[in-house]
């Protein structure tokens, strides 16, 4: 009977037929360029044959040369990613000429340009490369960036799909570029036309790497073992005779062909190792002279094969005939010739490609060898650049990237015993993976000389890169193509047939419609050239003599050897000449272009045909039953099945696909053996054709319409019986029809099975494997139509194979529809004890439904079986249980196994692993507070998506469900993004894509309102601050109109307002001049505007790339009332000092640039775009580049910009840029930018080097500059030059001289910066002696000798300054304290502080300026930071006794007095510094009450007004001068605006309006810059940022707010006015803004915020209502958003702060999500319109109250508000069923108000469910089970552990509903009972009829299924009479039944049958 499975099958069909010309052609006829491309000699080919047959294409042929011919070029690959995410996704890159076309289509979608690119000049190549781009942490994914590259003669352009462009020049000629798993490999071309050299070298590298469009392209290494005993050897590869053919990213390998030895060896290639680069590297360093004359060393290693290895290797079995060819290595000579190259190709990619220059060095490197720099290279290429008798430099060594790795190499032809001479020129033309239906995969390489297919076999090691070669096999073919998608490949064999192979076995012949078959030409039935055509056969008018020679034998047979030697070459159709039969059949000339399971054929006519290989299967029922077979078979037994079954699917005209079903199961109970003809359920199977037991040729149907016999079949079916005659019948008010169904015949004897067929003994494997699929597919609602297919298999199997427990079950699952099925087929027990019934096969069925039922109850459960891979639902739903029912944390992770076995039959061990594998990157976490929040987070890890649970059943998916509610209620902030969307919180999803966005691309973020306002009017824009308004600042302060005042207080745009009173006595010219003095004045306010306008509007506006950022005008002139006239400064009537506007141009262009948002997309080019015209705005600019690197963007210019810029020598220019650049570099130690700052530092240049005229100021910047690249670094050199260069000398010549004192004040910063908060650990620096250096730069003394490299320049005295010895502490004191203050600062030192405590006697008072004193104690305070406290009372305890003491007469009044208000305002400061940006009231109430004093003094009304407690401070400040008391004002001013920076407080607002309203007097320009730098710190980032107080913070507003403001604009003497702007350095974004998820927009939300414990205050929270600024977040423990109108959130910073500062740092923006029926706290402040308000709780009873009509107020889902339309609004049709819709409205309303629409369906499903279970009407048991698995949730252990908590809610559906349906389907199976209790104790002894227990009739079949299903009741195998018979009491059936798990409400009921007790019911409690 073997020859009966061996079935001769006919060709397979392929499909999807379609002429194919590529999409770039057409496209490229409309392209601009076409004319001169040339395009239109590309004809169709069809054009080319003319009437008169060769003459016709001889001519057209004539008109198309062939270089035209090889313009055009195409490629096609599967599409990745892209916007439409389909599989069936197709892209096309076309070449023609100078134009790279990249297409794009699909199935179903047209294709379209993706992507075009024009060249200048032709392309030679094009081809697709992913580059992989480096990430800084370790941990971070990698990011895969896609490029198309194009290859030109001297560069190749790279073009990613985000829209990069990088052009990478070559430096020399290359062949072939391919693509890598890493990068591109280069192939260098091995001209002709090298000559040998003398003297002779190595020979130069051939293959080169590039990772990156912007790496060096290096070379690539080989290591290899020369022998056993030899270390393994790495080296360049250098062999020219080596070729690269193929090149594959997944494996990683490489294939070569060696042209003189005609083998091909296959190569890993991965990265190098740090070890194999130093052996090369080390390598390439020794002398060369003793190798100078052997061969390469890889050509000595392919060519010298050592004895040792030819005894181990089979491809080394022979010699090599003496082939040793010395002295024709290519490494004996090296390349004359330089590649022609242009100079532009040569130049370095670090350089503009504008700025083309001759470039030696690059084109030099690797025209070198690379084993020896002290070789000479001539270059004797006319394009060299180096003459014939130069010697070219010593050049560094290449280091390599990349590593090859031998892996397998071929057979040389001259050691096989079958290899022709033409073979030894047999280089494959093609190269390509492919795989078997079994996953074996295959290295296949096409050689064409030989016409064969050769085809190795290789496995993966443990080694991911290393792969193990196992086998090869020959395959005759003249080209073939990979069959990606359906693991197979298609071959067009020598005779011109397309067969189809899966690996090696050959699965079908491919027929195609309306080509020639060649198999009846070559099979002799056309004995001359010249035989008509016309008795032909096609497939169209098939006949049967014909169909014979159609057939072949179609089983597999491996492919072991060649088949036989082929004479067919390339003219192996010498018969098709003839014109005439070309023109009638063309046929297939070539395969190209694989995608997917579709391929190109290209014709003999020049015609190109695409054509689609159909699929194994399309049913995914069916896939998922092969993937069960395949996975449970062995590989041959596997391959066999499934080829049998790819034959019959998809012969021509094979079934529909409603019948593959069908088609399935009669295959494969025909392999086990069946005779499908003697089973009525199956004879009566719908297919085309008959399949068993011989594939019979196809039967034409007769007639479409009906007959008679087809109604005689509808009556006698399983459907009429089991269907229509009970509903239909039912409807009708008929009769039950009575009896089985009719059948036509009764067999005389079961049929057998065969014991010959091939799956016979596989049988109760294969079965169990379906049954494991059945069990998986209940799991799914989109299969139950499957799961009710596979179950009528399944029953026959089980029967067959006398499985009662199975039949029970499947009985129990379908009671109606299986009790019908009878019949069986014979097994012969010898037969049978023959079959193979593996240990996973279990007597038991396993039961998913029941194994999740007993987890529920909390009994013991085995693990349940599943199959890798096929199961994973199955998997997934059972390993949940076993987390959220069982409560085993470690089910998921460690104790898989105690809940699922693997079914494991050595097959697909693979899928096992990448199971285990996948598990592994769950990455475990240690702060899940619940089962709950774990479950959700492994879902989400294994892919579960909520579109998956929408499938389970939700019997199934309900624990799963309250799982997701319990995450929803209480979430964690910062989990993925998969998750949030999991749990269905779309707050936390979009907050989570927000943050992902913004952490994989900074440029991406968007601000919220960032935005300018729509209608913003022309004359708001103009003063640079509309964009700060917007809907937050309207919610932050809704109150006023503040924001408005402030832009009126800083707006320098508009003309001010000049009201001088006119008197009579002045004339009209000293009029004029008293208008323009007084506009003078004003114009000192407007000048320092813009100071203030830039940290008010900092980081609010996004620019848009293509137009220049609009700077406001700086407008000095006035308008004078009442006639509105102008008045000016430029008349010249008065004196205006000169460069007067220098600086304040400076602070409005870095008022201008400081509103760039760090998250704007700006680059190089739009910064040079902004660089003004005209030399007018050049110091505008300048200020511009300054705030671009204090926002971080500077980072982004061009370094040749940078030097552009410098080289002017405009002094702004280099301020802005070197101040700018330094800051955004701040503590990098960036060294470019170090060697930047240097030049412009004399200290830090050379003694011997040239000086430079660098100016004053720049050399200030500088410095300044090198303490914020090197902020907290502790860099010895720098803090020794910084620490001299406090107290440089005058020198000679003026040198020095001039406003000595910004420069020692900056050298102490910069010192103080880098060094800064190290204290005492001052590492390496214990002989500089810091700090008591510093103390004497502080108090004087003699001046020590200048050590170091500069001393020489400091030896002559200056001329003109007559300092002495001595250090003048005037200049050095600044600096030195400020430079002690922040390297000690937060130290709590006290021996420093001391140092610098003030004086106590009046002696000391007299040597030192008051001004000092406030720094002093300034310092001294931030030294002691923990000690600061926000008091009048500590404020005052920093001043010395002897000043708070009553006077002596011989006291200076004066000094005591300045002393005083000084020391006053320093420790001001220092509250301000200890509270920046913390709102604290304290700090707040004693800085104002300061502030207030000290403008009464101000005020001359309010001489009289005394204060209480600062009486001795007011004596105080009458006794001192204007100008000291206004200093002071202006720090404590500052101070309290540090202290309530960001909050807009209205008091401060005040004060700030005050003073800016005051212009007469002493309020000078630098006053003025302090009151509005206040202003903008009290409103910074228009209320979104305030301040920080870490070290970095602390140096920055040192440097900005150093207590001596500029007399006037010009004035740069004690501090250079540019630093005022460091300020920003320490803004953080601190500003929580509520956003509505549903909305988009701005609203109010309450906040609880908990402060950490610290030693000043206890734990505690405080209630704040967002938006709002939060404190510093290490002084945090949570954030959390409280209910009850929103969705509860908390952000916990105990476990880090980085979520919340990702928050903060994406515009401080958090998604709420708003509760149903509830309002915003704008529209409803107090709570009293939300819809809930009414219902004292949530549980109404008067639930009719609720309208249908509020849902849309509730929700907007289109679902749940249809369900309202239609289902509970009561209509005319529905009185009868008022109960029906009262219920559905009682659920819509709990749904809705709880929040939970998900569970509206289920509640629907368990009244539905119950429904049935009384009507009777219950064909199959799936629902019920459901119902039951629900009811068992209730009372499950984690329903009662969570009762206990007061605050839970319970489970989601509502208790009173489920005790409702419990009592409804108790009292309904109890009804049945009452009537039926014979047939359930028939049952249970297994007393039915003869056709077994499962013969109810009619409806009781059904309802008895639902009672035992319903009841836990074992089957009647578990419960026999045996076992049963023994127990005469309650207590003994106890027993028993709870070992076999039988709840005790079941036994209940039972113990009365059982005990033959008398009513079944009555007696027993029903529960």
């Known amino acids: 009977m073997s020859n009966v499975y061996e079935e001769r099958a006919t060709m397979i069909a392929a499909g999807e037929l379609q002429w194919f010309v590529p999409f ?474 397309l067969v189809l192979y899966t690996g090696v076995s050959r699965v079908s012949k491919v027929f195609v419609s309306g080509l020639l078959a060649p198999s009846l030409g070559m099979t002799g039935t056309m004995s001359h050239p010249g035989t008509p055509v016309e008795g032909i056969s096609t497939p169209a008018k098939a006949t049967g003599r014909h169909m014979s020679c159609l057939d072949e034998v179609a089983l597999p047979s491996p492919v072991c050897e060649l088949r036989g030697s082929t004479k067919h070459h390339e003219s192996s159709w010498p018969w098709l000449d003839d014109c005439t039969f070309q023109q009638v059949a063309p046929y297939v000339h070539a395969l190209r272009d694989p995608v997917h399971n579709r391929v190109t054929l290209e014709l003999s006519n020049g015609m190109m045909q695409r054509i689609a290989i159909p699929e194994i299967a399309t049913s995914e029922l069916v896939k998922k039953c092969l993937q069960a077979v395949r996975f449970i078979l062995p590989k041959e037994t596997a391959m066999k099945v499934l080829t049998k079954w790819y034959n019959i699917y998809n012969a021509p005209g094979g079934p529909s696909s409603h019948t593959e079903w069908n088609l399935f199961v009669t295959c494969i109970m025909t392999l086990m053996g069946y005779s499908t003809e003697r089973l009525s359920w199956t004879r009566n199977l719908d297919f085309e054709v008959p399949l068993s037991p011989v594939i019979a040729p196809k039967k034409a149907r007769t007639s479409e319409m009906g007959s008679d016999e087809d109604w005689e079949y509808q009556l006698a079916s ?41 799956l016979f003994n596989h049988t109760p494997a294969v079965f169990f494997v379906l049954h494991l699929v059945y069990e998986d597919l209940k799991l799914d609602e989109l299969m139950r139509k499957g799961a009710h297919q596979l179950v009528v298999l399944l029953q026959q199997l089980a029967r067959d194979l006398q499985l009662e427990e199975y039949i029970d079950l499947y009985w129990r699952d379908y009671p109606s529809f299986i009790k019908t099925f009878k019949e069986t087929c014979a097994i012969d027990p010898a037969q049978k004890d023959q079959m193979n019934k593996p240990s996973f096969v279990l007597e038991e069925p396993p039961s998913i439904f029941g194994w999740l039922s007993r987890c529920l109850r909390g009994d013991e459960v085995s693990p349940f079986p599943y199959l890798p891979g096929i199961c994973e639902r199955t998997k997934l739903l059972v390993l949940s249980f076993a987390l959220y029912v069982i409560g085993d944390e470690n089910s998921v992770t460690t104790d898989v196994s105690k809940y699922l076995s693997k079914v494991s039959a050595g097959q697909k061990k693979n899928l096992n692993e990448q199971a285990g594998k996948r598990q592994s990157e769950i990455k475990p976490s240690t702060h899940y507070c619940s089962l709950a929040e774990k479950l959700a ?224 997309r700006i680059d190089s080019a739009w910064i040079a775009y902004n660089k003004p015209k005209s030399a007018e705005l050049a110091n505008e600019y300048a200020g511009f580049l300054m705030a671009l690197g204090l926002n971080g963007h500077l980072t982004k210019l061009a370094t040749l910009n940078i030097h552009d810029y410098l080289t002017k020598g405009h002094e702004m220019t280099s301020i802005g840029l070197l101040l700018g650049v330094s800051a955004a570099k701040l503590s990098t130690m960036d060294m470019s930018i170090t060697r930047l700052l240097s030049i412009h530092i004399p200290a830090l240049l050379p003694p011997t080097s040239t000086e430079l005229d660098v100016p004053h100021n720049v050399q200030v910047a500088a410095v300044v500059g090198i303490g914020l690249v090197y902020q907290g670094t502790g860099h010895r050199h720098n803090a020794e030059v910084l620490l001299a260069e406090i107290g440089r000398p005058p020198g000679p010549e003026m040198e020095y001289c001039t406003d000595r004192e910004s420069y020692s004040l900056a050298a102490g910063l910069a010192l103080g910066m880098v060094c800064l908060g190290h204290g005492s650990n001052l590492i390496g620096m214990t002989d500089l002696n810091v700090p008591e250096q510093l103390y004497q730069y502080m108090v004087g003394g003699h001046r020590r000798a200048h050590a170091g490299a500069n001393r020489e320049k400091h030896k002559s005295p200056s001329y003109q300054i007559k300092e002495g010895d001595t250090i003048n502490v005037d200049v050095t004191c600044p600096g030195a304290t400020l430079a002690l203050a922040m390297i000690y600062l937060k130290t709590n030192n006290r021996s420093i502080a001391d140092w610098l405590r003030a004086p106590d006697t009046m002696f000391l008072l007299d040597f030192i300026k008051p001004e000092f004193l406030l720094l002093r104690t300034l310092a001294r305070c931030l030294i002691m930071w923990d000690e600061i406290l926000p008091d009048v009372e500590w404020i005052n305890s920093n001043v010395p006794q002897i000043i708070q003491a009553p006077p002596s007469e011989d006291m200076n009044m004066e000094t005591l007095a300045q002393a005083h208000v000084y020391i006053i305002a320093g420790a001001c400061m220092a509250v301000g510094f200890r509270f920046a940006g913390s709102a604290n009231s304290d700090a707040f109430d004693c800085l104002y009450k300061f502030a207030r004093n000290f403008m009464q003094c101000l005020t001359p009304s309010s001489a009289t007004v005394r204060i209480d407690d600062v009486d001795r401070l007011n004596a105080h400040m009458w006794q001192m001068g204007h100008y000291n008391v206004q200093t002071c004002l202006s720090m404590v001013l500052l101070s309290i605006a540090m202290v309530m920076a960001g909050s807009g407080d209205l008091r401060v607002l005040q004060l700030c309006r005050f003073l800016h309203r005051r212009t007469s007097g002493e309020m000078n320009y630098g006053f003025h810059m302090a009151h509005h730098m206040a202003l903008g710190l009290l409103f910074l980032g228009g209320g979104r940022y305030t301040l920080s107080t870490s070290n970095s913070a602390i140096a920055a507003l040192l440097c900005a707010l150093y207590p001596h403001f500029p007399a006037h604009s010009t004035d740069n003497r004690y501090h250079l006015q540019a630093l005022r702007h460091l300020a920003v350095l320490a803004a953080e974004p601190r500003l929580l803004i509520p956003v509505d998820v549903d909305t988009c927009k701005p609203c109010y939300a309450l906040l609880d915020v908990t402060y950490k414990e610290t030693p000043w205050y206890e734990e505690t929270t405080v209630e704040l209502m967002a938006p709002t600024m939060l404190p510093e977040l290490h002084l945090l423990k949570q954030v959390k958003v409280k209910g009850p109108r929103y969705w509860g959130l908390t952000i916990d910073t105990s476990r880090g702060t980085q979520h919340l500062q990702s928050i903060l740092s994406c515009d401080g923006v958090l998604y709420v999500k708003q509760r149903a029926g509830q309002l915003p706290y704008k529209d409803d402040p107090r709570g009293w319109k939300s819809l809930l308000a009414p219902s004292v709780n949530n549980h109404n009873p008067e639930v009719r109250t609720f309208k249908p009509e509020a849902i849309s107020t509730f929700t907007s889902d289109a679902a749940l508000v249809s369900f309202a339309e239609y289902f509970c609004k009561p209509a005319e049709n529905m009185k009868e069923k008022q109960d029906t819709l009262a219920l559905f409205s009682a659920i819509l309303y709990e749904c809705v108000t709880q929040e939970i629409p998900e569970i509206l369906p289920t509640y629907i499903a368990v009244d539905q469910a119950v429904q049935g279970l009384r009507g009777g009407d219950v064909c199959e048991t799936f629902t019920l089970w459901q119902v039951k698995l629900v009811l068992e949730l209730c009372d499950s252990r984690v329903l009662q552990e969570r009762r206990s908590d007061p605050h839970d809610r319970g489970l989601l559906l509502s208790s009173e509903f489920l005790a409702i349906m419990k009592c409804s389907a108790d009292r309904a199976l109890d009804s049945w009972l009452c009537d039926n209790s014979a047939i359930l104790q028939s049952y249970l002894r297994g007393q039915g009829s003869a056709e077994g227990p499962h013969s109810a009739e009619g409806p009781h079949s059904a309802a008895l299924a639902c009672y035992l299903v319903f009841h836990s009741i074992p089957s009647f195998r578990k419960m026999a009479v045996d076992d049963l018979e023994g127990c005469t009491s309650f207590p003994q059936l106890l027993l028993r039944f709870s070992q076999l798990g039988v709840p005790v409400r079941a036994l209940l009921r039972l113990a009365p049958l059982l005990l033959e007790a008398g009513d079944p019911v009555g007696g027993c409690p029903v529960f």
């Open 24 to 497: 770039g052609r057409e496209h490229c006829k409309k392209h601009p360029n076409a004319i001169n491309l040339q395009l239109r000699q590309l004809q169709p080919a069809s054009e080319l044959w003319s009437s008169d047959g060769a003459a016709g294409l001889v001519g057209s042929l004539q008109e198309v040369t062939l270089q035209e011919r090889e313009r055009e070029w195409w490629q096609l690959s599967k599409g990745v990613g892209g916007a439409t995410h389909e599989a069936e996704f197709e892209e096309e890159l076309y070449v023609a000429g100078n134009v790279v076309i990249w297409s794009r289509g699909s199935k179903n979608q047209a294709s379209y340009v993706y992507k075009a690119f024009t060249v200048d000049s032709p392309v030679q190549q094009a081809l697709w490369c992913n580059f992989t781009l480096p990430q800084k942490k370790k941990d971070e994914k990698e990011i895969v960036e896609q490029t198309v590259c194009i290859v030109q003669n001297t560069c190749v352009n790279v073009h990613s799909v985000t829209g990069k462009d990088f052009i990478s020049p070559l430096p020399f000629q290359v062949s072939t570029l391919w693509p890598t798993k890493f990068g591109l490999l280069f192939e260098r071309k091995n001209p002709a036309s090298d000559a040998p050299m003398s003297p002779p070298r190595e020979p130069l590298p051939t293959v080169f790497s590039m990772l990156h469009p912007l790496d060096e392209i290096a070379p690539v290494v080989c290591r290899s073992s020369a022998g056993l005993f030899e270390a393994p050897r790495v080296q360049y590869v250098s062999d020219s005779t080596l070729r690269i053919i193929f090149s594959s990213c997944e494996p990683s390998i490489i294939m070569t062909y060696d042209t003189v030895q005609h083998s091909h060896t296959v190569w890993a290639l991965r990265r190098v190792t740090t070890e194999e680069r130093s052996m090369v590297l080390k390598y390439s360093d020794q002398p060369v002279v003793q190798n100078l004359m052997a061969p390469g060393f890889l050509s000595s290693h392919l060519r010298t094969v050592p004895k040792l290895e030819s005894l181990a290797s089979p491809y080394h079995s022979c010699s090599l005939h003496g082939q040793t060819r010395v002295t024709s290595s290519p490494g004996l000579h090296s390349r004359v010739h330089s590649p022609s190259i242009s100079g532009m190709a040569a130049l370095s990619r670090a350089h503009s490609p504008s700025t083309a220059a001759p470039s030696f060095s690059s084109a030099q490197r690797f025209n070198m060898s690379c084993h020896s720099p002290r070789t000479h290279s001539l270059l004797s290429s006319p394009t060299s650049v180096l003459n014939d008798s130069g010697v070219a430099p010593e050049a560094e060594p290449l280091v390599p990237e990349l590593c090859i790795e031998q892996l397998w190499m071929e057979t040389p032809p001259g050691c096989r015993s079958d290899s022709s001479p033409r073979e030894k020129s047999s280089q494959a033309s093609k190269v390509f993976i492919t795989s078997d239906l079994c996953e074996n995969k295959f290295l296949c390489f096409l050689v064409e000389s030989s016409q064969q297919l050769r085809c190795v076999k290789f496995i993966e090691s443990n080694d991911p890169s290393q792969l193990i070669f196992v086998a090869a096999a020959t395959i005759p073919a003249r080209d073939a193509a990979p069959l990606e998608s359906i693991d197979a490949m298609l071959v067009l064999e020598p005779s011109g047939c």
């Open 718 to 758: 399983d459907y009429h019986w089991q269907v229509e005659s009970r509903r239909l019948g039912g409807a009708l008010h008929l009769e039950p029809l009575l009896g089985a169904p009719p059948h036509t015949g009764e067999p005389s004897a079961p049929p057998r099975l065969d014991a010959a067929a091939p």
């Open 937 to 1160: 987070l492994w879902l989400t890890s294994s892919g579960f998506t909520l579109k998956d649970l929408e499938s389970v059943p939700f019997g199934v998916a309900l624990p799963i469900r309250d799982a997701i509610y319990q995450c929803r209620e209480q979430p964690c902030s910062d989990w993925p993004e998969d998750v949030c969307l999991l749990i269905g919180r779309q707050d936390l999803t979009k907050q989570a894509h927000r943050v992902t966005l913004a952490r994989g691309k900074p440029t991406m973020g968007s601000g919220l309102s960032l935005e300018a306002p729509a209608a913003a009017e022309v004359d708001e824009e103009e003063d640079g601050m509309g964009d700060i308004e917007g809907d937050v600042t309207a919610l932050i302060w809704s109150q006023d109109l503040r924001v408005q005042e402030v832009r009126r207080l800083l707006q320098s745009s508009r003309p001010v307002r000049v009201n001088v009173p006119h008197l009579p006595e002045v004339s009209d010219h000293e009029y004029i001049e008293e208008k323009e003095n007084k506009l003078l004045q004003l114009c000192q306010r407007t000048m320092a505007l813009p100071v203030g306008r830039g940290l008010f509007t900092l980081f609010s506006y996004l620019p848009v790339p293509t137009e220049p950022l609009p700077v406001p005008k700086l407008n000095l002139t006035g308008r004078a009332p009442p006639r509105n006239t102008m008045v000016d400064l430029n008349s010249g009537n008065i004196d205006v000092p000169p460069n007067m506007t220098s600086w304040p141009s400076f602070h409005n262009g870095v008022a201008a640039g400081l509103k760039i948002a760090p998250a704007s």
